[in-house]
């Protein structure tokens, strides 16, 4: 049997709130363990450019923003690796954890950063150009601001797509909203927002065939109407997928409060606290209403202080 790693911090995941605690961690002499997950710098890797994280003037990478935390935290020596954590056992004051290799791990205090993956339709053509950075997105906020004064098409139903098609009515020239129903998911007040906006018009029972481009990107949408099946193209350069996220909690699942979706609810309002001492949750995991790169790195902060308060008490 292999050795058991014993230490006082074991971050799990590794975008913004992941590298945050991390960085907040190791500066508190806390020398953190980071695994980095399946996606090694999460969500932002699949971003292009990033212009609303403060402190970049320029914009920056999805990618290169992620090196750069990541290279943050280890110049203060937090232990950065490559692999994931499968199973966690929650029952003791320590927390055992083991990773795809096989390694166990027991930790004093866990930070979970795991994040949420966006959901997609799936179509080969949708993720060839989500691929290339090239039109496609899951998020209005981080990517609307490239499609100023152009036409772009966004599908889903609930209140993300009726929030994500008012923010891109303001940018864009024309939002056309794709329902696959014939009625909204969304909160009244948000479907009539969406309703009562000039520039957006709503196609109903309408779903995407295949989202159209060529070298340069996406420049339109083949969609089609699941009563009538009548086909019909939409001209648009940018195509926004809002149909809901899933939080990536599933292994603590039986361990961890969580909601029906699986957002893992926090103890006490305005800290990191989950249900079980010790155990901090930050980032995505756990919020389902902001989701920004932002947000993400602030919880990673407050969770990496939290951990750092709990070990004092338990030295004390
Ligand atoms: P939801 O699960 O509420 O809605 C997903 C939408 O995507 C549904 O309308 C669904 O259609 C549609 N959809 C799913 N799969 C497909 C597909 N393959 N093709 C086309 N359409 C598809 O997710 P949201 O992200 O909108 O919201 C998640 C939670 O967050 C909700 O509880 C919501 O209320 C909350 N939220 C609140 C906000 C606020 O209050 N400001 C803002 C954003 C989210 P169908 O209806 O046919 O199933």
Redesign the pocket.
Known sequence: MSEIEITDCLIIGSGPAGYTAAIYAARADMKPVLYQGIQPGGQLTTTNEVENFPGYPQGITGPEMMLQLEQQAKRFEADIRFGIIEKVDFTGPVHKCWTDSGKEIHAKTIIISTGASA?Y?GLESEQKYLKMGAGVSACAVCDGFFYRGQETVI???????C?EAHYLSKLCSKVTM????DE????KI?ADRVKNTPNIEILFNT??KEVLGDDNGVTGVLAVNNVTGEEKTIPCTGFFV????QPNTDIFKGWIDMDE?GYIKYAQPGTSLTNVRGVFVAGDAAD??YRQAITAAGTGCMAALDAERYLSGLEH
């Open positions: 959901k339709l599908v889903g139903a609930g209140d993300s797509a929030e794709l329902v696959r129903r909204f998911r969304a909160s948000m779903e995407t809002a149909i809901g996220h979706t389902k209403n």
